[in-house]
């Protein structure tokens, strides 16, 4: 057999599956798919060819930065200064470690997210539909599709039932195009093969079988594939603006090392000291592991959000996330459970009960109950799985809720005859065995069962008041009524009541029940969550408005006289795009809406400058969440078509895990944000010292080694253990959310500025304490040694914008408590080995003095802690 059948739009199905060795009603056995996978290898278009280890490392070794430091080592070796030569290449080495165990991490992290997001595909093997990874698809399988679908593989249909595809991917064409099992002509283009269904595409509508005919690259979007090639892996918005920070501060950065070199050279320093100064200098102002610390992170929040039930499929989503401000979400199954449950009862000796109140032991409601469980068809297994009609199951759970099993009821009541519900009726009735009586059990809607009742005029206006209370809070009525017939169990005969209006008269009635879908305790919570952060929650549903908006004051979406307009499809298809934008921060809910009409409102609020995120789940929710800023898919009830369009994916269906994931998209944010003031406000204190020394005419205080090893100890493992830093309980509330303009605001070069003269001026003012009473060597030592305490020690105050260190915990972090404890240990001992004094040209600081530098190097960031708790002061007095 061929990998591919060249023609097989143009051949019947039963020749495809002929040449393919394959069966429509069977499909594959395992063994055959193995045998075929091994053969053809599996559905994967052909990616980009994995780097090798030890490439990855050798790319460590590849940028500008790391290239002038292996220039300085050849310099160091020429001159003779072996030494320095040794200590710089070893650093770079280190360095290139550091780099790759980093690169490696993420990638390894983004393969993980990839399988987790990887398309599935149902198919037939062994005689029985299984759902299988997409890559497993093999040459001749046979799918099985349905609307919403994501085709796999190219495929030759051989049943359908009103099937559609969207192949605007690979045609352009809009619409969708209807496909039958008809062959067509050889030279059909693309666009006519109607037998045939396209990989990359999604189904429309109806439903079939296809046999699989290419994978992989031999498909159409394979072909298409392999044409296109691309170089560039593409960036997020938040490296892009890194590396123009970056750009920024390396033209800044070279004109201090160019000032640095000038004033060096006039003070009379020797060439090649001012040289590898210079060099060293502007590697240590530039982050060159910025960008792998931000993708480490990114990665690292996502995997978390993956653990929460949420899987971004798009890392660059990441920080939208955290700016939503808007999130327009599905009612059923996301804020609401999705399963129908009693809500009330009613009877007309207790009045309106919640479920939760309603008991037993009220003579009453045990009739209600067991009367409404004797006239249903639903069960409920052992095991707790529902069949029958909702409506019905939600009354099995209030008889369970209430000790009464409907087992146990069908086996003492026996059923004699039922008369089934139909729509002139509306309602439904059971003839049940009591004893030596026929008890007759009905349930219906209340305007066709409440005239069937004995009923006095005041039992009628009590339960006309209740249905007016109940139905204005949007729920399901059913009414329960029973009667005795007057004939024994002997002598009753089931064709003497053939017609339904013999049993269905004179009835007692035994109360009302409401039901409805009850929203998920932890949306309510949800949604108190967003108004803390700001956050507008949106409810789009195709329910009644009445309903709609009773469920959304339960949630809490509903704030009156702000935010509490109910707008109804038919309303939204009247008004213009301009008319929308002015109402939309008025509507709360959007009702009897259809799933066309989500794109219209997404794109208002997008118009009035708002982050948005939209959840969806079918093939016509596709535009809207593409369209969103952040587009969220039902991982269990969602479609294919809607996974793939969007930028997350819910595994739970629920709408606390949509407010859980933008909280940890604002953790994210803040963490990334915090690592790079961290790492950036260092190296700016590197320049500004070297420069104030320069300017007073000093010597220049820190050796190239010395600058080599602050940025290796202080900007490596702390800024990993920041971008590790656990998301805090209370982050929506703490947490401002991010601009969506801007990384960098006013506040951020604030602080950066406050922390680099900080240390820039304690710095300068102990070197020149030192050169007036220690000599420059030993001021040389304290200076080192001051800076790379004080970066580490710095690096507890980064932990958070608004919290101390002491607020979090310091054992909150474990890694960062290890981060920052290594390098300290590294530092005090390399001052008591002989070696490590000539490799960084340092002097001895006996124990005493070391403990005073270590007092020292405290204050900037007990200066930042101190700041932190003026401002929490502040707040409280207000």
């Given at each position: 057999?061929?990998?591919?059948?060249?023609?097989?739009?143009?051949?019947?199905?039963?020749?495809?599956?002929?040449?393919?060795?394959?069966?429509?009603?069977?499909?594959?056995?395992?063994?055959?798919?193995?045998?075929r996978l091994r053969i053809y290898g599996r559905n994967l278009l052909k990616e980009e060819e994995k780097i090798t280890q030890l490439a990855r490392f050798l790319l460590q070794l590849k940028s500008p930065v790391v290239l002038t430091l292996l220039i300085a080592t050849a310099i160091s070796v020429l001159v003779g200064d072996?030494?320095?030569?040794?200590?710089?290449?070893?650093?770079v080495i280190i360095n290139a470690i550091v780099g790759y165990i980093q690169e490696a991490k993420a990638d390894n992290a983004l393969e993980a997210l990839k399988k987790l997001s990887a398309p599935h595909a149902r198919v037939i093997r062994g005689g029985s539909i299984q759902e299988i990874p997409a890559a497993d698809v093999c040459l001749g399988e046979i799918l099985v599709f349905e609307?919403?679908?994501?085709?796999?593989?190219?495929?030759?249909?051989?049943?359908?039932?009103?099937?559609?595809?969207?192949?605007?991917?690979?045609?352009?064409?809009?619409?969708?195009?209807?496909?039958?099992?008809?062959?067509?002509?050889?030279?059909?283009?693309?666009?006519?093969?109607?037998?045939?269904?396209?990989?990359?595409?999604?189904?429309?509508?109806?439903?079939?079988?296809?046999?699989?005919?290419?994978?992989?690259?031999?498909?159409?979007?394979?072909?298409?594939?392999?044409?296109?090639?691309?170089?560039?892996?593409?960036?997020?918005?938040?490296?892009?603006?890194?590396?123009?920070?970056?750009?920024?501060l390396l033209l800044f950065c070279l004109l201090v090392v160019f000032l640095v070199a000038i004033l060096g050279m006039v003070h009379g320093e020797e060439w090649l000291d001012v040289l590898m100064t210079a060099v060293s200098l502007a590697v240590a102002a530039i982050p060159e592991g910025l960008p792998t610390v931000v993708t480490l992170t990114l990665v690292l929040g996502v995997q978390r959000m993956a653990k929460r039930n949420a899987l971004v499929r798009r890392l660059s989503a990441v920080e939208t996330l955290g700016s939503t401000n808007v999130i327009c979400t599905d009612k059923t199954g996301t804020l609401t459970t999705g399963k129908m449950r009693v809500r009330e009862v009613f009877t007309l000796s207790s009045g309106i009960l919640k479920e939760e109140d309603a008991q037993r032991n009220d003579d009453a409601l045990r009739k209600l109950i067991e009367s409404s469980v004797l006239c249903s068809n639903a069960s409920i297994t052992s095991d707790g799985f529902a069949t029958g009609d909702p409506t019905e199951v939600a009354l099995l759970y209030l008889a369970k809720s209430n000790n009464l099993e409907h087992q146990y009821l069908n086996s003492a009541y026996p059923r004699l005859a039922e008369w089934s519900f139909d729509s002139n009726r509306k309602r439904m009735s059971v003839a049940v065995q009591a004893g030596s009586e026929v008890i007759i059990h009905c349930k219906g809607a209340p305007e066709a069962l409440l005239p069937l009742c004995q009923l006095t005029e005041k039992e009628k206006v009590m339960i006309l008041e209740a249905i007016e209370t109940l139905s204005s809070q949007g729920r399901r009525l059913l009414s329960v009524a029973t009667r005795t017939l007057p004939d024994p169990l002997q002598?009753?005969?089931?064709?003497?009541?053939?017609?339904?209006?013999?049993?269905?008269?004179?009835?007692?009635?035994?109360?009302?029940?409401?039901?409805?879908?009850?929203?998920?305790?932890?949306?309510?919570?949800?949604?108190?969550?967003?108004?803390?952060?700001?956050?507008?929650?949106?409810?789009?549903?195709?329910?009644?408005?009445?309903?709609?908006?009773?469920?959304?004051?339960?949630?809490?979406?509903?704030?009156?006289?702000?935010?509490?307009?109910?707008?109804?499809?038919?309303?939204?298809?009247?008004?213009?795009?301009?008319?929308?934008?002015?109402?939309?921060?008025?509507?709360?809910?959007?009702?009897?809406?259809?799933?066309?009409?989500?794109?219209?409102?997404?794109?208002?609020?997008?118009?009035?400058?708002?982050?948005?995120?939209?959840?969806?789940?079918?093939?016509?929710?596709?535009?809207?969440?593409?369209?969103?800023?952040?587009?969220?898919?039902?991982?269990?009830?969602?479609?294919?078509?809607?996974?793939?369009?969007?930028?997350?994916?819910?595994?739970?269906?629920?709408?606390?895990?949509?407010?859980?994931a933008v909280g940890e998209g604002r953790a994210i944010y803040g963490n990334i944000r915090r690592t790079i003031q961290y790492?950036?406000?260092?190296?700016?204190?590197?320049?500004?010292?070297?420069?104030?020394?320069?300017?007073?005419?000093?010597?220049?205080?820190?050796?190239?080694?010395?600058?080599?090893?602050?940025?290796?100890?202080?900007?490596?493992?702390?800024?990993?253990?920041?971008?590790?830093?656990?998301?805090?309980?209370?982050?929506?509330?703490?947490?401002?959310?991010?601009?969506?303009?801007?990384?960098?605001?006013?506040?951020?070069?604030?602080?950066?500025?406050?922390?680099?003269?900080?240390?820039?001026?304690?710095?300068?003012?102990?070197?020149?304490?030192?050169?007036?009473?220690?000599?420059?060597?030993?001021?040389k030592t304290y200076v080192f040694s001051f800076l790379v305490f004080a970066e580490l020690f710095r690096s507890f105050a980064c932990r958070s914008d608004q919290?101390?260190?002491?607020?979090?915990?310091?054992?909150?972090?474990?890694?960062?408590?290890?981060?920052?404890?290594?390098?300290?240990?590294?530092?005090?001992?390399?001052?008591?080995?002989?070696?490590?004094?000539?490799?960084?040209k340092v002097q001895r600081i006996d124990w005493g003095h070391c403990l005073i530098l270590l007092v020292l190097t405290l204050i900037p960031v007990t200066l930042i802690e101190l700041k932190k708790w003026y401002v929490q002061s502040r707040k409280r007095s207000q």
């Open positions: 057999m061929n990998s591919e059948i060249k023609t097989p739009w143009a051949q019947s199905p039963q020749e495809v599956l002929d040449i393919l060795e394959t069966s429509s009603t069977n499909g594959f056995s395992s063994h055959q798919v193995e045998e072996i030494v320095d030569a040794i200590a710089i290449f070893t650093i609307a919403g679908d994501y085709v796999s593989a190219d495929c030759r249909v051989i049943q359908a039932s009103q099937l559609s595809a969207d192949e605007a991917i690979l045609t352009g064409e809009s619409l969708p195009v209807n496909k039958d099992t008809v062959p067509v002509e050889t030279s059909a283009p693309l666009g006519e093969r109607k037998c045939m269904l396209f990989a990359g595409t999604a189904v429309a509508t109806g439903t079939a079988r296809a046999v699989v005919t290419a994978i992989g690259m031999n498909t159409e979007i394979g072909r298409i594939a392999g044409i296109l090639e691309s170089t560039d892996i593409a960036k997020t918005p938040l490296q892009g603006r890194l590396e123009q920070v970056s750009n920024r002598e009753f005969n089931v064709a003497r009541y053939k017609d339904s209006v013999l049993v269905e008269n004179n009835l007692t009635f035994l109360g009302l029940v409401s039901i409805a879908d009850p929203p998920r305790q932890e949306s309510i919570i949800a949604i108190q969550d967003c108004k803390a952060a700001g956050i507008k929650a949106v409810m789009i549903t195709g329910d009644h408005p009445v309903t709609a908006k009773a469920i959304a004051q339960e949630l809490g979406i509903v704030e009156d006289g702000i935010f509490d307009q109910v707008m109804t499809g038919l309303e939204l298809e009247k008004m213009s795009p301009k008319d929308l934008e002015g109402q939309v921060e008025k509507i709360a809910v959007y009702a009897r809406v259809s799933p066309e009409h989500k794109l219209k409102i997404v794109q208002a609020w997008i118009n009035k400058g708002n982050i948005v995120a939209m959840t969806g789940d079918g093939v016509n929710d596709a535009p809207a969440l593409k369209q969103a800023s952040i587009g969220v898919a039902m991982g269990k009830g969602g479609t294919e078509v809607a996974r793939q369009a969007s930028s997350m994916i819910l595994t739970d269906d629920n709408f606390a895990t949509i407010v859980s790492l950036l406000s260092g190296n700016i204190a590197e320049i500004l010292i070297m420069l104030g020394a320069a300017l007073m005419g000093w010597p220049t205080p820190l050796a190239a080694i010395h600058l080599l090893w602050i940025n290796l100890v202080t900007d490596g493992l702390p800024s990993l253990a920041l971008a590790m830093e656990p998301v805090a309980k209370d982050v929506l509330k703490t947490t401002k959310r991010p601009s969506p303009k801007t990384f960098f605001d006013r506040r951020f070069y604030l602080e950066l500025a406050f922390v680099s003269i900080i240390t820039t001026v304690m710095a300068l003012a102990l070197y020149a304490y030192m050169l007036k009473t220690a000599g420059e060597t030993l001021a919290q101390t260190a002491f607020q979090m915990g310091l054992t909150s972090n474990l890694y960062h408590l290890l981060a920052v404890a290594i390098p300290v240990a590294f530092q005090i001992f390399l001052h008591h080995f002989d070696l490590f004094r000539a490799l960084f």
